[in-house]
């Protein structure tokens, strides 16, 4: 009786490791959210993404950094000057989303509140380059205008932060 109760209790222990073990090896993905891998080893960030789905990593060693890639809003306000100087108060509606392939060198470079840090600077400075080209009355009359300049140039200063920018929208 004895043996047998050594034997389960050594069954148990190995099996309470065995799962401790494969619990601390595995991550999951969820979707809309990808992961970079943070490596001690190999130097930090590697460069792959990791797509969604149940992962290995080496505990200790290897950490996994989760980024959420769906499309989310950003409202963007803003007080700026026109050409006859008068002052205007503008608010950007944003709709972006991280450039999936680049996310290792996004979080490189930016770490993972890149959107606190970015898409309100980039916002600004657009708007303000735009805006001071036109004067408090061709900002109404040419509403249409100034938004598809705005929306132009904010897309392609947001590529170069590796940022989509869906949809651009004056509000």
Not at 44 to 70: A, C, S, W, Y
Not at 149 to 168: H, P, S
Request: hydrophobic fraction near 40%.
């Amino acid at each position: 009786m004895d043996k047998a109760l050594g034997r389960l209790s050594g069954a148990a222990g190995t099996l309470a490791v065995a799962t401790f073990t494969a619990n601390t090896c595995l991550y999951t993905v969820d979707g809309g959210e990808r992961a970079v891998m943070f490596d001690t080893l190999r130097g930090g960030i590697l460069p792959g993404v990791i797509n969604e789905g149940t992962h290995f990593m080496i505990p200790v060693i290897q950490k996994p950094v989760i980024m959420d890639v769906r499309t989310k809003a950003r409202e963007i306000p803003s007080v700026t000057g026109t050409k006859d100087l008068q002052m205007v108060n503008i608010k950007l509606r944003v709709l972006w989303r991280p450039v999936i392939e680049s996310l290792p060198r996004l979080y490189r470079e930016l770490g993972t509140d890149f959107d606190e840090r970015v898409l309100p600077s980039i916002g600004n400075e657009v708007l303000k380059s735009v805006v001071a080209q036109y004067n408090a009355e061709e900002l109404l009359s040419k509403r249409g205008e100034v938004s598809d300049r705005i929306k132009k140039e904010l897309i392609k200063r947001g590529e170069q932060f590796y940022l989509t920018l869906d949809d651009v929208a004056i509000t």
